[in-house]
Structure formats: structure tokens, C-alpha cells
């Protein structure tokens, strides 16, 4: 009794749900020794398979949390987390400002998405507010709003936890999906509700290596265009670990009770839901006559922002102006209307110059129908407005023939690409800095997780990589995945992906999803989980201590003997790879080598490359920048500069989200009860600010402080301690037994064989054949709960417990014996009560059980 209480005393928080699959586990395993002892076979069977199944369901939670049995029983929290802040007696906070909303801001959020996640956590289970959440989810249904649920699986306090209050409030199950089902849906998703869970949307799991958790799997919230977290307070959770999420540029939080919370917001939209003239309020209400008139006709639905539209220009504390892009063929615009909506809601009113948004779908109409106004020409924009928005770098104007720089008046403030490491942006900032204007270089925001929502690099980058393999799958005669038809069998395209950045990953994942063979190569090793994680089997080369990446995350220049090796490995691939994409860029500096003539030569005819750094002179040495061309007949490589272009749309909408993230950083709402009024500020303190702003009021502020550009995934520079320059997740390393016999079998395989056969053989050798055939059911029963297991969903893992919990209770049987012992003997007195108590426990756990099942019900339709 004391080492069980004292056992589980340190555990809670998100160890809950897998001590109690453990706990419940032992009492299977105590069911089959009493059934050995008892020579009774069904309580060998039932006892086996709860045990069984139990252990198997506690390691897959542990492993959904990237943790081990032990550590969870009798450890610390996390094994991923190193131990320098421990050495330093010191401890990491998140750095930010925290963004307050109140119930009249979320509502609006609410109404204005298109596409909902709520992720609930133990907060709601505390407060009960499922029954809320529920009714909320309704309303925004009845708007067309898409709304989702997601689950990690150790929310709550035992397995399914969530997922069963749900079910209980008649949430249907098939919009409630698991965090490896809606984790890639983040970044297209509108708005994230966060109701009461902390730990398992928290980034520093994937960004602080000396996180206590970091390394384990959480669901990716910060990914998404704003995110909302609702909590009673800004305290940390159980695992007492600080959440960088709070401070995020595109997160607000809701504080208060979940449940007044919710109640709140579900009667805020229900006030603004449009009234219907006739038929039922949801979706799952019955409709009593289908057939008449009435019934069919609904009044349309009528945004409410658009009557809000002339009272929000007039309040308008800034404005921001968007011009046609520079140069021929560029078809991306800076603001979008759906950003130009967003941004007037928070203040800020865009003047955008007639025809901007063509190139990419956007009518000067749709410009007006959101609050913006049109201007006839640039020059108008420029002088109307104290901030403009571009994409390209700042050039010569093709109607004015001015440069667009000189085309801004002093003091006002410029943000575009800029490529401040570059001869080009150093003329541009010098000619910003006589102007007098300020200059923000979106290329040179700082790789860090607080910055993620505004990275352009990455999000154009992302288009770049998928575009890659659309127009390599257009030029190659051939499937993509293998086929075996009547007509042939055809072998899978292989594509060797040059550079894991994030076009690298995009073109990775892409062509995996389309069913090639996907083959990838960088020089930073750290990228191989990711590489991997993305359907790509990453090539390593071993190069003793030479390190890919500079202290900004980029790749750096290597050695003549790495590049030499590195040529040699790209001659072999060339000879097996039919799609050859590269990425490959160092910041500032030409485009290196990789992919030489004599590789190209080795490729198979109707073979294709695809060089997205042909901008900056191409990766292959054959490259012609901007050009799509046959090489001898036989190989086709396209240099086009222009593939993100291609996708104008997405790219420019992309793109305009990370401005509008922006411009809420650049323009902090004052705290409440302040004086202060909302404004424009670039605040120098800011790291992100501080990192892209390369002039300001006349003065060149770049190169910025080391610290600024430093990434918690750079590798050590100039002797600095390695610890400090850990990857997020620590790496292992590798057992002794993950060592391979003879090219044939792990050490660790290869002593659990012979554990075997030396245990069966002594079994063989001295035990009963009572014994014998016991633990063959033992062993057979403990086959079905492993199969029991994994082809059952975590959602269902609540009932699945109960279920495996009532079978513990035939040890009923073992009490059914002794109470065929004289009456009113102790041991009589016992059996009677073992009989009472198990008889609980079977009936009891089937009856939840049936109860829990029946509560998960698919939409109607």
C-alpha cells in the first residue's frame, strides 16, 4: 500500500493517463498468476489480455509524448530536455508580449473564418464546458464555417478523455481528429481555439532543446493565421514549463473561466447568426415539412463587418499602401482583400493602386467590397499612406521611371524584400538612408519560433518546393508512382532533392504524396527527422566534424574535400534518379555548384532538373537562369526565376498573411486602462524588429547583433559551447543492441531469441504439463490484446479501458471457489465479498462501457 501510494503520488498532468493504463495493467497480470496459482484457465486468458493490452496502450502514450515507461513511473518530465539552464541555475522565459481579446474579439474572429479548429484540454473537463463548446460548434456550422476538433492523445486525465466528453455533449466523431490527422491542417486554418490545454500546443516542445518537454509530439497551433487561448489565468500548467505560444505574434489570449467563456461567445454568435425566415436553427434538428415553400427559403446571409466598414475608416490610426510590383511578369500583390479585412478590423486602412491585385485573381472590386480604397497610380499610394507594403525589392518605377525609394516621402516607412547581405541591398539601403525613410527587409526576419507567422522566406519557399514538382511531373513522360497494370509493370520515379529547407521539404512531401521514391541530401545534419518525417530517405555523408550550418540556421560554404565527395555521391544518384530538384542557397552569395556537367551526363534520357536557385546562378552547372531548355536531346533543366509566380494566388495570400501578423506586431495594442493610443512603432528592443529593420530615420542599421539572428538550431560558432546550439530534440545514442550480427539481426533481437529458447527450455525440460498449457493461453491471449489494441482508434481508448478493466473482474471465478469453503469461515466470508466486488466490476465495466459507445455518433447527413 505505501509503495503504491508513494508510487504514484509525483505523477499528474499528462503522466495521468498513462499511469492509469499502466496501474490498470497490473491488475490483469495479478488476475493470471491468480490463475496459474489456481490451475484456471480463464483467469489466465482474461488476466493476460487486460495485462497485455494495457502495457501495449501505456507505451503507445508514452510514445505520443516521446517519453519511456520508466521515465513516467519513476523519472523526470521529458527526455528530450538537456541540462544547461539546470548547470547555469537559471531558467528559460518566453520573450514577448502577451495579446489580450475580450469575448466581443474572439466572437468577431469567429465569425469571420472560414475554417475552425478547437482543441480542448483538461480545462474543459474542469469546468464542464463541453455541453458550450458543443452548442458553439452548432452555431458556426449553421454559418458554413468548418469547424474541427483536435486531440492529442494524452489530453486530459485518462485515455480518450477528451474525446468522451465530446461524445457525451453529441459532438459527432467524425469532425473530432487525432494530432497526426490534423497536424499538417494548421497553416491553412483560419483561427485555433485553445480551450484549456498548455502543454500539448506548446512550440518549445519542438524549439528550446533545454525544454523540459522537448521532443515530445505536440499539435502544431502556432502554425495557424491566429490562434486564441483560453485559460483562467497566464500561469504555467502541472508541468510548471513556461509556453512561448502566448507571446506569439498571431496568438491572443482569452482569459476566464472555460465554461462563462464559451457560454459567452456561443451567445455573442447567436446574436450575430443571421435570422432565418423559416426551418430548423442546425443542421441535426429535424426539419417537420420539408415540402413546403417556407422551409426552402433562407434569408442570405449578411456579413456584419460590412456595415462596421465606414466607422472603421474613419477610426483608422494608420495606413498602408499596396502598389503593382516592379518588373515584367511579376504577378503577386503585397495585400490580399482577405488581409486588407484584417487589418481595417484592427485599425489599419489600405489604399491599394487600381489593377495591384490582378495578376492574382484580386479586382479592384473585391479591394472595395473589404474597405479598401483605390487610387489611380503609385505615386498616389506612396504619398497617401505612412507604410508601403511591396514583395519585390524596390526598383525602378516602369510608369513614373522613378525608383520606387525616391518615390517615398522622408520619414515614412517601406517594407519589402531587400537582400541586405547582397551588393544589390547594400545600394538599396544606402540610397533608403538618403532618403530619410525607414526600410524593413522581410528577408531578414529572424529564424526563431516567435517569428514564425511572419516568415516570408518560408512560407514562398513552401510554394516554390510543391510548383518544383508540378513542372517536373509536367516535362516527365512517365507516373510518378509505380504501376503494375495489364498493360506492363513501371517502376516509380526517383527524385533526388538537393538542400531540406523549406522548399527542399515542400518538394520532398510533394513528390512522396505523389508516390515517388524521394532521396534527399543537405549538409546540416539536423535535417534528416525532418527529411524523413516528410516521406524522404535522407543521404548522409560522413565528414568527420565539419559542420553544415552557420548560427542563423543557413547553409555555409564546405571544404574542397567535402565538395569533392559531395560531386561524387551526386554522380551516383544522377545515375539512378530520373527528377533531380535543387534548392540549395547560401544568403549573399552565388548560388553553389553541385549538380556539374558530367553528372548530368550520367542521367537517364527523359530525365529532368529543376533548379530553384537559378536566381542567383543555378545549382547545376548547365543552368540557364530564367530558361527551359533540352541538353543534349536528352535531359530537360528548367532555370525558370519565376516558379512562385506561377502560383500567384497562393503565393500572395501566403504572403499577405505574414504581413498582417506583421503589422500586429509593429503596432502593439496598448494594455488596458492605458493612456497610450495604438501607433506605429518600430521598437528597436523587439529581437524580430530589431532583425529586419536595416534603416531607420536615415541611419543603416544592419548588420544587427549576433544574438538577433541566432537560432536554437545552429550549430556552435567560434568556440562557443556546443550545449548552448543543441538541436531542439537531444539526440541518443545509439544502443548497443541496435548493433547488427552479420548484416542479419539486431544484438537486442538476437538476445531475446535466446532468452527464449533458454526460458521455453527450461519450461520444456521441468514444468507440469498443467503449467505448459497455461502458458500457452497466457501467450495466446496476450497476441489478441496486441492486436486488440492497434486496430483501435485513440479516440475509442476510453471505452476500450473500461472494457479491459471488466474483464480483470473474472477473478469472480478464484472467488467463487473459496466460497464453496464451509460457511462462515474466513475464507467463506472472503469469497462472498471477491464475488460481490468483481461482479461490480464486470457488469459495471461493460454497462460504461456500452454507455461511452453509444455516446459517439457520426453526422447525419
Given at each position: 500500500?505505501?509503495?503504491?501510494?508513494?508510487?504514484?503520488?509525483?505523477?499528474?498532468?499528462?503522466?495521468?493517463?498513462?499511469?492509469?493504463?499502466?496501474?490498470?495493467?497490473?491488475?490483469?497480470?495479478?488476475?493470471?498468476?491468480?490463475?496459474?496459482?489456481?490451475?484456471?484457465?480463464?483467469?489466465?486468458?482474461?488476466?493476460?489480455?487486460?495485462?497485455?493490452?494495457?502495457?501495449?496502450?501505456?507505451?503507445?502514450?508514452?510514445?505520443?509524448?516521446?517519453?519511456?515507461?520508466?521515465?513516467?513511473?519513476?523519472?523526470?518530465?521529458?527526455?528530450?530536455?538537456?541540462?544547461?539552464?539546470?548547470?547555469?541555475?537559471?531558467?528559460?522565459?518566453?520573450?514577448?508580449?502577451?495579446?489580450?481579446?475580450?469575448?466581443?474579439?474572439?466572437?468577431?474572429?469567429?465569425?469571420?473564418?472560414?475554417?475552425?479548429?478547437?482543441?480542448?484540454?483538461?480545462?474543459?473537463?474542469?469546468?464542464?464546458?463541453?455541453?458550450?463548446?458543443?452548442?458553439?460548434?452548432?452555431?458556426?456550422?449553421?454559418?458554413?464555417?468548418?469547424?474541427?476538433?483536435?486531440?492529442?492523445?494524452?489530453?486530459?486525465?485518462?485515455?480518450?478523455?477528451?474525446?468522451?466528453?465530446?461524445?457525451?455533449?453529441?459532438?459527432?466523431?467524425?469532425?473530432?481528429?487525432?494530432?497526426?490527422?490534423?497536424?499538417?491542417?494548421?497553416?491553412?486554418?483560419?483561427?485555433?481555439?485553445?480551450?484549456?490545454?498548455?502543454?500539448?500546443?506548446?512550440?518549445?516542445?519542438?524549439?528550446?532543446?533545454?525544454?523540459?518537454?522537448?521532443?515530445?509530439?505536440?499539435?502544431?497551433?502556432?502554425?495557424?493565421?491566429?490562434?486564441?487561448?483560453?485559460?483562467?489565468?497566464?500561469?504555467?500548467?502541472?508541468?510548471?514549463?513556461?509556453?512561448?505560444?502566448?507571446?506569439?505574434?498571431?496568438?491572443?489570449?482569452?482569459?476566464?473561466?472555460?465554461?462563462?467563456?464559451?457560454?459567452?461567445?456561443?451567445?455573442?454568435?447567436?446574436?450575430?447568426?443571421?435570422?432565418?425566415?423559416?426551418?430548423?436553427?442546425?443542421?441535426?434538428?429535424?426539419?417537420?415539412?420539408?415540402?413546403?415553400?417556407?422551409?426552402?427559403?433562407?434569408?442570405?446571409?449578411?456579413?456584419?463587418?460590412?456595415?462596421?466598414?465606414?466607422?472603421?475608416?474613419?477610426?483608422?490610426?494608420?495606413?498602408?499602401?499596396?502598389?503593382?510590383?516592379?518588373?515584367?511578369?511579376?504577378?503577386?500583390?503585397?495585400?490580399?482583400?482577405?488581409?486588407?479585412?484584417?487589418?481595417?478590423?484592427?485599425?489599419?486602412?489600405?489604399?491599394?493602386?487600381?489593377?495591384?491585385?490582378?495578376?492574382?485573381?484580386?479586382?479592384?472590386?473585391?479591394?472595395?467590397?473589404?474597405?479598401?480604397?483605390?487610387?489611380?497610380?503609385?505615386?498616389?499610394?506612396?504619398?497617401?499612406?505612412?507604410?508601403?507594403?511591396?514583395?519585390?525589392?524596390?526598383?525602378?518605377?516602369?510608369?513614373?521611371?522613378?525608383?520606387?525609394?525616391?518615390?517615398?516621402?522622408?520619414?515614412?516607412?517601406?517594407?519589402?524584400?531587400?537582400?541586405?547581405?547582397?551588393?544589390?541591398?547594400?545600394?538599396?539601403?544606402?540610397?533608403?538612408?538618403?532618403?530619410?525613410?525607414?526600410?524593413?527587409?522581410?528577408?531578414?526576419?529572424?529564424?526563431?519560433?516567435?517569428?514564425?507567422?511572419?516568415?516570408?522566406?518560408?512560407?514562398?519557399?513552401?510554394?516554390?518546393?510543391?510548383?518544383?514538382?508540378?513542372?517536373?511531373?509536367?516535362v516527365y513522360q512517365r507516373f510518378l508512382n509505380g504501376e503494375v497494370t495489364a498493360a506492363g509493370k513501371?517502376?516509380?520515379?526517383?527524385?533526388?532533392?538537393?538542400?531540406?529547407?523549406?522548399?527542399?521539404?515542400?518538394?520532398?512531401?510533394?513528390?512522396?504524396?505523389?508516390?515517388?521514391?524521394?532521396?534527399?541530401?543537405?549538409?546540416?545534419?539536423?535535417?534528416?527527422?525532418?527529411?524523413?518525417?516528410?516521406?524522404?530517405?535522407?543521404?548522409?555523408l560522413d565528414f568527420g566534424s565539419e559542420e553544415g550550418g552557420d548560427a542563423s540556421g543557413y547553409a555555409?560554404?564546405?571544404?574542397?574535400?567535402?565538395?569533392?565527395?559531395?560531386?561524387?555521391?551526386?554522380?551516383?544518384?544522377?545515375?539512378?534518379?530520373?527528377?533531380?530538384?535543387?534548392?540549395?542557397?547560401?544568403?549573399?552569395?552565388?548560388?553553389?555548384?553541385?549538380?556539374?556537367?558530367?553528372?548530368?551526363?550520367?542521367?537517364?534520357?527523359?530525365?529532368?532538373?529543376?533548379?530553384?536557385?537559378?536566381?542567383?546562378?543555378?545549382?547545376?552547372?548547365?543552368?540557364?537562369?530564367?530558361?527551359?531548355?533540352?541538353?543534349?536531346?536528352?535531359?530537360?533543366?528548367?532555370?525558370?526565376?519565376?516558379?512562385?509566380?506561377?502560383?500567384?494566388?497562393?503565393?500572395?495570400?501566403?504572403?499577405?498573411?505574414?504581413?498582417?501578423?506583421?503589422?500586429?506586431?509593429?503596432?502593439?495594442?496598448?494594455?488596458?486602462?492605458?493612456?497610450?493610443?495604438?501607433?506605429?512603432?518600430?521598437?528597436?528592443?523587439?529581437?524580430?524588429?530589431?532583425?529586419?529593420?536595416?534603416?531607420?530615420?536615415?541611419?543603416?542599421?544592419?548588420?544587427?547583433?549576433?544574438?538577433?539572428?541566432?537560432?536554437?538550431?545552429?550549430?556552435?560558432?567560434?568556440?562557443?559551447?556546443?550545449?548552448?546550439?543543441?538541436?531542439?530534440?537531444?539526440?541518443?545514442?545509439?544502443?548497443?543492441?541496435?548493433?547488427?550480427?552479420?548484416?542479419?539481426?539486431?544484438?537486442?533481437?538476437?538476445?531475446?531469441?535466446?532468452?527464449?529458447?533458454?526460458?521455453?527450455?527450461?519450461?520444456?525440460?521441468?514444468?507440469?504439463?498443467?503449467?505448459?498449457?497455461?502458458?500457452?493461453?497466457?501467450?495466446?491471449?496476450?497476441?489478441?490484446?496486441?492486436?486488440?489494441?492497434?486496430?483501435?482508434?485513440?479516440?475509442?481508448?476510453?471505452?476500450?479501458?473500461?472494457?479491459?478493466?471488466?474483464?480483470?473482474?473474472?477473478?469472480?471465478?478464484?472467488?467463487?471457489?473459496?466460497?464453496?469453503?464451509?460457511?462462515?469461515?474466513?475464507?467463506?466470508?472472503?469469497?462472498?465479498?471477491?464475488?460481490?466486488?468483481?461482479?461490480?466490476?464486470?457488469?459495471?465495466?461493460?454497462?460504461?462501457?456500452?454507455?461511452?459507445?453509444?455516446?459517439?455518433?457520426?453526422?447525419?447527413?
Amino acid at each position: 500500500l505505501i509503495w503504491g501510494f508513494t508510487a504514484v503520488m509525483a505523477i499528474g498532468g499528462g503522466d495521468m493517463p498513462v499511469s492509469i493504463s499502466f496501474l490498470n495493467s497490473l491488475s490483469g497480470f495479478s488476475t493470471s498468476c491468480a490463475g496459474f496459482m489456481l490451475v484456471n484457465k480463464a483467469l489466465v486468458v482474461a488476466g493476460a489480455f487486460v495485462g497485455c493490452s494495457g502495457i501495449i496502450l501505456t507505451m503507445v502514450m508514452c510514445r505520443a509524448m516521446n517519453r519511456s515507461i520508466t521515465n513516467v513511473l519513476i523519472g523526470g518530465f521529458g527526455d528530450g530536455a538537456t541540462k544547461s539552464h539546470e548547470v547555469k541555475g537559471e531558467k528559460k522565459k518566453a520573450e514577448g508580449s502577451v495579446t489580450e481579446v475580450t469575448a466581443e474579439d474572439v466572437a468577431d474572429m469567429l465569425t469571420d473564418a472560414s475554417s475552425v479548429i478547437i482543441v480542448p484540454g483538461y480545462g474543459m473537463a474542469v469546468s464542464k464546458a463541453q455541453h458550450a463548446i458543443a452548442s458553439m460548434t452548432t452555431t458556426l456550422r449553421s454559418r458554413g464555417i468548418n469547424v474541427r476538433f483536435a486531440i492529442h492523445p494524452v489530453a486530459g486525465r485518462m485515455p480518450g478523455h477528451m474525446n468522451v466528453l465530446l461524445a457525451e455533449a453529441k459532438v459527432p466523431y467524425d469532425i473530432i481528429l487525432s494530432m497526426d490527422e490534423i497536424n499538417d491542417d494548421f497553416p491553412t486554418t483560419d483561427i485555433v481555439l485553445i480551450i484549456g490545454a498548455n502543454d500539448t500546443v506548446n512550440p518549445a516542445a519542438q524549439t528550446d532543446p533545454d525544454s523540459p518537454i522537448a521532443g515530445m509530439p505536440v499539435l502544431e497551433v502556432w502554425k495557424a493565421k491566429q490562434s486564441v487561448v483560453m485559460k483562467r489565468s497566464l500561469r504555467v500548467g502541472y508541468a510548471g514549463v513556461d509556453n512561448p505560444l502566448f507571446v506569439e505574434t498571431n496568438n491572443s489570449m482569452f482569459l476566464g473561466d472555460a465554461k462563462k467563456s464559451v457560454d459567452m461567445l456561443a451567445d455573442l454568435l447567436r446574436a450575430k447568426e443571421p435570422a432565418k425566415l423559416a426551418g430548423p436553427a442546425t443542421a441535426n434538428e429535424a426539419v417537420e415539412d420539408e415540402e413546403s415553400p417556407a422551409s426552402k427559403f433562407v434569408a442570405p446571409v449578411v456579413d456584419p463587418f460590412i456595415a462596421k466598414i465606414p466607422a472603421l475608416q474613419e477610426e483608422a490610426f494608420l495606413t498602408i499602401g499596396v502598389s503593382k510590383e516592379a518588373g515584367d511578369g511579376e504577378r503577386r500583390v503585397a495585400i490580399v482583400p482577405d488581409a486588407t479585412k484584417r487589418l481595417l478590423r484592427n485599425g489599419m486602412l489600405v489604399f491599394v493602386e487600381s489593377g495591384a491585385g490582378e495578376g492574382g485573381g484580386f479586382s479592384d472590386t473585391s479591394y472595395e467590397d473589404v474597405g479598401a480604397k483605390i487610387l489611380p497610380n503609385s505615386q498616389a499610394v506612396y504619398d497617401t499612406t505612412d507604410v508601403i507594403i511591396k514583395i519585390k525589392e524596390p526598383g525602378r518605377n516602369s510608369v513614373t521611371r522613378k525608383h520606387e525609394i525616391d518615390m517615398v516621402p522622408k520619414g515614412k516607412t517601406m517594407i519589402s524584400f531587400v537582400g541586405p547581405r547582397t551588393d544589390g541591398g547594400k545600394a538599396l539601403m544606402d540610397k533608403a538612408a538618403s532618403a530619410g525613410i525607414n526600410l524593413l527587409a522581410v528577408d531578414a526576419i529572424p529564424r526563431i519560433s516567435r517569428a514564425q507567422s511572419l516568415d516570408v522566406l518560408s512560407s514562398q519557399a513552401k510554394i516554390a518546393g510543391y510548383r518544383a514538382v508540378i513542372e517536373a511531373a509536367n516535362v516527365y513522360q512517365r507516373f510518378l508512382n509505380g504501376e503494375v497494370t495489364a498493360a506492363g509493370k513501371f517502376d516509380a520515379c526517383k527524385i533526388l532533392v538537393v538542400g531540406a529547407g523549406v522548399a527542399g521539404l515542400a518538394a520532398i512531401g510533394s513528390g512522396a504524396n505523389m508516390g515517388a521514391i524521394v532521396r534527399a541530401f543537405d549538409t546540416r545534419l539536423e535535417t534528416k527527422d525532418q527529411v524523413e518525417s516528410m516521406g524522404g530517405e535522407f543521404l548522409v555523408l560522413d565528414f568527420g566534424s565539419e559542420e553544415g550550418g552557420d548560427a542563423s540556421g543557413y547553409a555555409t560554404v564546405m571544404s574542397d574535400e567535402f565538395m569533392a565527395k559531395e560531386m561524387e555521391m551526386f554522380r551516383e544518384q544522377a545515375k539512378e534518379c530520373q527528377v533531380i530538384i535543387t534548392t540549395a542557397a547560401i544568403p549573399g552569395r552565388p548560388a553553389p555548384k553541385l549538380i556539374m556537367k558530367d553528372a548530368v551526363d550520367n542521367m537517364q534520357a527523359g530525365s529532368v532538373i529543376v533548379d530553384l536557385a537559378g536566381a542567383t546562378g543555378g545549382n547545376c552547372e548547365l543552368t540557364r537562369p530564367g530558361e527551359t531548355y533540352v541538353y543534349d536531346n536528352r535531359v530537360t533543366i528548367i532555370g525558370s526565376t519565376d516558379l512562385i509566380g506561377r502560383m500567384s494566388w497562393q503565393a500572395s495570400s501566403m504572403y499577405a498573411n505574414n504581413m498582417a501578423n506583421l503589422m500586429d506586431l509593429l503596432c502593439p495594442k496598448p494594455l488596458k486602462g492605458s493612456e497610450e493610443i495604438r501607433k506605429l512603432n518600430i521598437n528597436m528592443d523587439d529581437k524580430v524588429i530589431r532583425g529586419m529593420t536595416v534603416v531607420k530615420e536615415g541611419e543603416i542599421t544592419w548588420p544587427p547583433p549576433a544574438e538577433v539572428t541566432k537560432t536554437a538550431a545552429a550549430p556552435a560558432q567560434n568556440g562557443e559551447k556546443k550545449m548552448e546550439e543543441e538541436t531542439p530534440v537531444a539526440k541518443k545514442k545509439p544502443s548497443v543492441f541496435s548493433k547488427r550480427v552479420l548484416d542479419l539481426t539486431t544484438i537486442g533481437e538476437l538476445c531475446g531469441l535466446t532468452f527464449g529458447a533458454f526460458f521455453f527450455g527450461i519450461v520444456a525440460a521441468y514444468a507440469h504439463i498443467t503449467f505448459v498449457s497455461q502458458l500457452l493461453y497466457f501467450i495466446l491471449a496476450g497476441f489478441l490484446g496486441y492486436y486488440l489494441i492497434w486496430s483501435v482508434e485513440p479516440a475509442l481508448f476510453s471505452p476500450l479501458m473500461s472494457t479491459s478493466n471488466s474483464l480483470s473482474g473474472f477473478v469472480i471465478l478464484g472467488g467463487m471457489l473459496m466460497a464453496s469453503l464451509p460457511r462462515g469461515s474466513a475464507s467463506n466470508v472472503l469469497g462472498c465479498t471477491a464475488i460481490t466486488v468483481a461482479a461490480i466490476n464486470v457488469f459495471g465495466g461493460f454497462a460504461v462501457s456500452y454507455r461511452m459507445l453509444s455516446m459517439f455518433k457520426a453526422e447525419k447527413h
